[in-house]
């Protein structure tokens, strides 16, 4: 995966190498056990990936491995950044956060309508990310992110197959998005979050 260099907002572009075989990936995220309402959010479904087997979703399955074999490398170049390390977590190490946090990846399908409000996320989570699988950069499909609340500083991540972002979860991290478009929009999330049990 790669990154492009972060904004003092600790935001960053990301992009992965996924399979080119769209049209497969496409009829595999069609065909997973959505559930919805186990974020809380009306309109959105969701898969747990540490929940569902991808024997049957080789794609899928390869996407999820990539995201967990890179989450490491994306956590120390948050690590790097002075912003994230200093700014945030000062008196802590890169060691000791990373014993302290669980990692999530959950696909997401967001039905025609689904909108958050600008907001930033749960206080226990420490970064945030997410990769989009749309065939194009659709902006009723995007995520905006803002430094303030009162949506200062806009900024929109891409959305096109492959693309997405990542953000340390700050209060210059505020952001909003949904699916403003006639078609499902297919993300796959992941999440660094305090361990707090």
């Avoid at 190498?17 to 496409?26: N, Y």
């Avoid at 997410?130 to 995007?142: A, G, I, P, V």
């Amino acid at each position: 995966m790669r990154l492009s260099e972060p904004t003092k907002r600790i935001l960053y572009e990301l992009e992965a190498d996924w399979p080119e075989d769209r049209k497969q990936v496409g009829q595999e995220l069609e065909s997973l056990p959505w559930q919805y309402n186990i974020s809380g959010f009306e309109h959105r479904a969701q898969v747990r990936t540490h929940e569902y087997d991808f024997k049957t979703k080789p794609l899928l399955g390869q996407i999820v491995d990539d995201i967990k074999k890179n989450q490491a490398s994306m956590f120390e170049t948050l690590w790097a950044n002075p912003e994230f390390s200093q700014g945030i977590w000062p008196g802590t190490t890169l060691k000791q956060l990373q014993n302290n946090v669980d990692f999530i990846v959950e696909f997401n399908r967001d039905d025609p309508g689904w909108r958050t409000g600008v907001h930033i996320d749960h206080r226990a989570g420490v970064a945030i990310g997410m990769l989009f699988f749309e065939q194009t950069n659709d902006k009723n499909m995007s995520t905006y992110f803002y430094t303030t609340e009162r949506r200062d500083n806009e900024q929109r991540m891409s959305c096109e197959y492959g693309r997405g972002w990542l953000a340390a979860n700050t209060h210059a991290s505020w952001h909003t998005g949904g699916n403003m478009s006639r078609e499902s929009r297919y993300s796959v999330s992941f999440s660094w979050f305090l361990r707090l049990k």
